[in-house]
């Protein structure tokens, strides 16, 4: 793992929703971070001398201010039945990611960091997991010197809204997540905190080529840091 003491900037989106809240408040406290900028729609309850909130229009990003970043964190994401349309997950899901990481890679940024899912894939017959996957696809091709891309299954925490749907597909992986092995276990539901704290161990140790982390590796990476109990 990098020095703790490396002079870094964190930018992150998606500061607000289940991980990305995470990620923030992970972020503020670790020292290898003099910076942090979260680029938000509305205020995080968050206050750190070190964290710059700028509130921001996701359709207008193009003049938003990545000078100085080092580490970009994507924490956008949705649900189609959330977003509307498929038409709106799309564009949070994929436009806004893709916009954020074209201005971090024109500013030289050197590491992004990305939420996506278990199971994307662009020649998926499933929507959500196509649009994932050609997010993924578009991004493997982008200058960073690292990219590190977190699939995670079902997200367990507390939400500020519910979604009823999402919450009995997460009682049903709970059910059956000791039954789910081998190749399976990828598939186990994973605590919000748990891929946050993977997001920011991958980011300190700063291996360099395209990473892709699932169940196991998020674990592991999270405890590295802390995050979850060795």
Do not use: N, W
């Not at 899901?93 to 939420?115: F, M, N, S, W």
């Not at 990473?211 to 674990?219: A, G, P, R, S």
């Amino acid at each position: 793992m990098e020095s703790m003491t490396v002079d870094k900037t964190a930018l992150i989106v998606g500061g607000t929703g289940l991980v990305g809240g995470h990620c923030l408040r992970l972020l503020v406290q670790q020292p290898a971070y003099a910076r942090v900028v979260a680029l938000l729609r509305r205020p995080a309850p968050i206050e750190d001398p070190r964290l710059s909130q700028r509130i921001v229009d996701f359709e207008q990003l193009d003049g938003a201010d990545f000078a100085g970043v080092t580490d970009v964190f994507c924490a956008l994401g949705t649900t189609i039945a959330k977003a509307g349309s498929e038409e709106a997950f799309h564009q949070i899901d994929y436009r806004y990611p893709i916009t954020v990481a074209r201005l971090a890679e024109k500013a030289g940024v050197k590491q992004l960091i990305l939420v996506s899912s278990v199971g994307a894939d662009p020649r998926s017959t499933s929507f959500y997991l196509r649009v994932k996957g050609e997010l993924e696809q578009e991004l493997s091709a982008a200058s960073f010197a690292s990219v590190h891309v977190l699939r995670p299954s079902l997200l367990l925490g507390e939400r500020g809204e519910v979604r009823r749907g999402e919450a009995i597909g997460v009682a049903a992986a709970q059910t059956l997540r000791f039954t789910m092995k081998g190749g399976l276990r990828r598939y186990r539901p994973i605590d919000a905190r748990t891929v946050a704290g993977a997001m920011v161990a991958a980011a300190l140790q700063g291996s360099p080529g395209r990473h892709v982390y699932h169940f196991d590796d998020m674990e592991t990476l999270a405890k590295g840091i802390g995050v979850v109990q060795a």
